[in-house]
């Protein structure tokens, strides 16, 4: 048996996106910056694929600036912005990736200070969070509309608008969000945000940052002028002709995918409440079609993972960037659960080729296990 039911951390790539990178690889070769015609057609390629992601997410074609993937994207918004301007404060959330963990603490070494949003029960973020944003009036605010672990979206129309209204600018990870539900960034009145090819069926290696108009970014290294200064390096042209192509067939299947999806989300929670000691995580508020996050009373998490990988069901006991670690989710403490049930969590993110005949297939290895 083999059940791939670890979509968050990464989805196959699409018969379409490798049939449109293939040409990239040797026959259509050349770089974007060559003046010649294998380089003009390199440089096509590429704004075409910048003209498809950006009808996908709502913005204009000019604001996609492309970097190697959503991690790099995170520190070039955060690290670049934090460079470009004097020492002010920043605010993130309680609940973010830790590659803007990482970015903040590195944005703080730059001189700056700043703010830990906290959140609820459910990882949304609190009115109080509101409140520190007046306190503080942060220069810039961070915060992921979909969580990689719980999948829950976070509501952001007061945010921003509180954001706006003390002079901060707005970045939004939406890596895991793009490509699985809608996502608007005119609509969101964000000013910059961050998505990820691997997570829409594209290839890996590529990602994409989102700045409006009249936001200074400093690079973080130096090189050709590629990305109009932004991201210096040769554009890998092949993942990104990729991400262009996975971002046309998202657009266009997502109301397909998403009724699909979360059919089969349905079911899987109601079959997993039949269990004695299996919470289902935040299950009450919004939350991505594709993903169920688990608590199972009386197993460590990473040791169930195991054995449900043995038996042939690839999952996650959390984020991917994570995986190998023995701490807990700092997302689940900053919920409230306890350190010690933090650890018996397990994350099942349902690709869009899910069926219902594998989830019965699922939960018949799960009986199994955590019977053993």
Not at 24 to 37: C, I, L, T, V, Y
Not at 271 to 283: H, M, S, W
Request: one cysteine or more; aromatic letters at 4%.
């Amino acid at each position: 048996m083999n059940l791939y039911l670890d979509c968050n951390a990464t989805t196959p790539t699409a018969t379409e996106v490798v049939g449109a990178m293939e040409p990239f690889w040797s026959e259509r070769m050349g770089n974007p910056s060559s003046s010649h015609r294998h380089g003009r057609a390199a440089k096509y390629a590429v704004e075409v694929a910048r003209t498809q992601i950006s009808s996908l997410i709502n913005c204009e074609v000019k604001q996609i600036y492309f970097t190697a993937n959503g991690t790099e994207a995170n520190h070039i918004a955060l690290q670049g912005y934090a460079k470009a301007h004097k020492q002010q404060v920043i605010a993130f959330s309680a609940t973010e990736h830790p590659s803007i963990l990482s970015a903040v603490s590195m944005v703080e070494e730059l001189g700056w200070s700043s703010v830990k949003m906290p959140v609820d029960e459910n990882g949304i973020l609190q009115e109080s969070a509101l409140e520190l944003l007046e306190e503080y009036k942060p220069a810039l605010v961070t915060v992921m509309l979909a969580n990689n672990e719980t999948g829950v979206v976070q509501p952001m129309n007061k945010l921003i608008a509180t954001a706006h209204k003390v002079g901060a600018l707005v970045h939004i990870d939406a890596s895991q969000a793009a490509g699985k539900i809608e996502v608007d960034y005119r609509a969101l009145k964000a000013d910059m945000m961050t998505i990820s090819a691997h997570k829409l069926y594209g290839p890996k290696g590529v990602g994409v940052l989102v700045i409006s108009p009249s936001i200074e970014i400093a690079p973080l290294m130096g090189g050709g002028g590629q990305e109009r200064g932004v991201r210096a390096g040769t554009e890998n042209v092949p993942a990104i002709v990729g991400f262009g192509a996975a971002a046309e067939l998202a657009q266009s299947s997502l109301e397909s995918n998403v009724e699909h999806i979360l059919n089969c989300r349905k079911v899987l929670e109601q079959k997993l409440r039949q269990f004695d000691g299996v919470e289902i995580v935040a299950e009450d508020v919004e939350r991505l079609p594709n993903t169920v996050m688990i608590l199972v009373d009386g197993f460590d998490g990473e040791t169930l993972l195991m054995r449900l990988d043995q038996a042939g069901a690839a999952l996650s006991s959390g984020s991917a960037c994570q995986a190998g670690k023995t701490e807990p989710s700092h997302l689940l403490i900053a919920m409230g659960i306890s350190p010690a049930r933090a650890k018996t969590s397990l994350r099942i993110s349902l690709c869009r080729d899910i069926t219902l005949e594998q989830i019965d297939s699922f939960i018949t290895l799960f009986r199994a296990q955590i019977k053993l």
